[in-house]
């Protein structure tokens, strides 16, 4: 077929030029974000970030400086290579945690432009290395060749060579991790999957103490034997590279750089290859297309009784789809798991069964009711929020012919469910660590429980229509609670927690073991009345702020 | 008059400055096919938020089976099925879950629900994936379940916000003949879209909205007859819309602004 050439048809754009288009790109899209009204609260927190990013950078690249000279005029220059690692290990990792906080601009997306393939894959790099975290290496490795040309002048050109390859090695394997990560998290079961994984890492770093005061002493050795198998990796051989320079041995220090070189190679190819699938139209869209009509399908219907007969339809409704939601949500999930594992971690690092009394000094009458309270404030906070994940299905509720007293009741009902088996959970966790406290705390902290979870529900109803804020299934990024919402939580939950803590103590100076039972009691009557008197005007509030809470959540 | 199914009376909304949706008043009678019609941004979805309950009006009054929305708004939802712009579905339950929780909500008993839902998947062709959510489903397959779920309950009318956006040749050509079926039996079609063939194969009665403002109401025939031009040629639902929308001041756009397509 031959070539069309249009008369006055678009010119081809130099390489140069598509950089400079993008790079404006990505700033008019900064500008316009910045622009938004609603966006002061980020601008806040994006110069907050900026001073700490700032003063992570500053502070850092004087400590690569000052190591570097260290190393170089002390005679230890094969102690590069922990400097090298250190630069390696950040560009490699802090990209990886800010991906879970989604991106902001998908560079896929300029391929519906007309890219030549080289152009793709230069963009990208150069995309790469515009990230925080390459800049930021970038200086250090900066602040590394002044100190090094500081302490010996001679071998400013080696290390101009090695920190010009190990630059060029970091950005090449960042996008190719990136790259890949990208295809991994296009679809949400991965992106869920990867989400709660990275919070469970988070939470596993809970356990460094222990570990540490356990097996401690034996790392050290451990690493020693295991070190020289790092050798032919990437910040060895930067290191090793500067270190045979140091001591007049080219030959060495270029086999170290050759080697690096052949990482660069074996990652350029790799990265080419994946650019040039993503280049050619590399599909990782996640819905599905209509399956034919023969297809193999299972029964959808059975004979399963209604296990919420005893609960009006629309109530059950809302409790069944509140249980699906729970069970397909990442970040709820953790949260189920996260009382129990708390308790577990604040046992083991605070005090045992045989010792009784804990390490800080707190009896174990008053460690229990503490840590339940400390459950209900986990717990409680995401009922302050609770339409967060409806999305556009909220719209449901109002055009199903329900009062919006149903809706509240089902949710409540579940979240009631939840803290029942979590606080049951615990509860078990906590007597085989520690041990159960005498029966009237055991008691008086279970209405207190009762008192303080209805007293909350009326209030975080309210919260939930006052400040609705949209949150992403399996998404950090942007995911925030509204800052009027978290207020009302810890207005309420001070006020119901000071209330027992003042009945616990009340308790104690009487010498009236069961008096803070007996109040309770009556406040958790007083919250359960309250609680069903706020549900009609709640309803009725509903309707009067549907339209905020359907622009908050459809968007 | 009390075969009306649906009746506005000065139906207005304004957002801050910005008026809507003008003093509409509407009146289909029972068991008509309704096309509402409009430009983008003339309050076509704005209209029919108010007349399901999805966005209270400002000023006026919506009167649907002879009954007053606004005083008894469960009862009248009880007999209305919507699909709203943006469908409105939830996204973390499966396309039979979420047919089971409208079921509940609409007060059908469980067997029921259950059977209405499988036969609304089958006919639908979404039964193949019991245990798809929706947030997996293409937008068509959405607008489907969108569709399963405003019917499930068996409503006396239906209104409709874009039903057939996204949705394939042949899944439309089922939708179609559901529609028609329901008229059949006396159900009131409202119903939006853009694609003014199939409004004017479907529907009996049109009203054409422009800047928030009711500017034609009628059967096809009545509008046709409206328009000026040669006695006796057959004009399509889109020159009558043209038509009308252009001598209220709508502007067409003209290919002459791209200077450099001349």
Known sequence: MADVILEHGPQSVSLANQIRLVAGLRWRLLRNKMRQRNNVMDMIGMAFAGILGAALVF????????????????????????????????????????????????????????????????????????????????????????????AQPGLLPAMLLVCGIFVLLNVTLERLIGSWLERVLARRRTREIFFALFVLAMLSLQLLNPLLQRYGNTAIPL??????????LPGSLAGAAIADFAKNSPVDAFAAIAGLFMYVVIFSAMLWLRFAAQYRGEELSETLAATPRAAVRQPITGVTPDGLRFLSPAVAEVVRKEFH?????????????????????FTMQTSSRHHGVSVIGASRSAFFPGMMGYLILVLMSPAYNCFAYEGRGVQTYFMAPVRFREVFLGKNLMMAAVLAVEIALSMFVFSLRVGLPDAPIVVATLVAIVFTAVGQFAIAN???????????????????????????????????????????????????????????????????????????????????KKEELMEALCR | MTDAAIVTETLTRRFGALTAVDGVDLRVAAGQF??????????????????????????????????????????????????????????????????QFVGRMYGLDLPTTRRRSEELLEFMQLAERPKTMIADYSHGMQKKLALAAAVIHGPRILFLDEPFEGVDALAAGALKSLLGRMTERGVTIFLTSHV??????????????????LVAQGSLEELRAGIPGEEGTHKTLEEIFLSIVEHDGGERPQLEELSWLT
């Not at chain 1, 490795?141 to 100190?147: E, P, S």
């Open chain 1, 462 to 544: 309210w919260s939930s229509l006052s400040f609705p804020r949209k949150l992403n299934f399996g998404q950090m990024r942007g995911q925030r609670q509204s800052g009027m919402a978290v207020l009302v939580a810890f207005g309420a939950q001070i006020m119901l927690g000071g209330i027992s803590a003042l009945l616990f103590f009340a308790g104690r100076w009487t010498g009236n073991p069961w008096l803070p039972t007996e109040a309770f009691v009556l406040l958790a009557a007083a919250a359960i009345g309250g609680y069903v008197a706020s549900l009609d005007p709640l309803s009725n509030y509903a309707e009067r």
């Open chain 2, 196 to 213: 003014l063939e199939i409004v004017e194969r479907l529907c009996s009665h049109v009203a054409i909205i422009n800047k928030g403002r």
């Open chain 1, 59 to 150: 502070g850092l690249s004087f400590a690569f400086f000052a190591g570097s000279q260290a190393f170089i005029s002390r005679g230890r220059a094969s102690w590069m290579a922990l400097l090298f690692w250190g630069i390696f290990v950040w560009w490699q990792v802090f990209p990886f945690f800010v991906a879970g906080f989604g991106a902001n601009f998908e560079f896929r997306t300029l391929l519906r432009f007309p890219l030549g393939r080289r152009a793709f894959y230069l963009i990208g790099l150069a995309y790469g290395l515009a990230d925080f975290s390459s800049l930021a290496a970038v200086c250090w490795l900066a602040a590394m060749t002044i100190g090094v040309a500081v």
């Open chain 1, 223 to 232: 690493f020693s034997r295991w070190a020289p198998y790092l050798a032919p």
């Open chain 1, 325 to 345: 939601y729970l069970l397909r949500n990442g970040f709820s999930f953790i949260l189920l798991i996260l009382p129990p594992f708390m308790i577990l971690m």
């Open chain 2, 34 to 99: 309704f096309g509402f019609l409009g430009p983008n941004g003339a309050g076509k979805s704005t209209t029919i938020k108010m007349l399901t309950g999805l966005l209270a009006p400002t000023d006026g009054r919506v009167t649907l089976l002879g009954v007053d929305f606004a005083a008894h708004p469960v009862e009248v939802k009880r007999q209305i099925g919507v699909v709203p712009e943006g469908m409105g579905l939830f996204e973390r339950l499966t396309g039979a879950e979420y047919l």
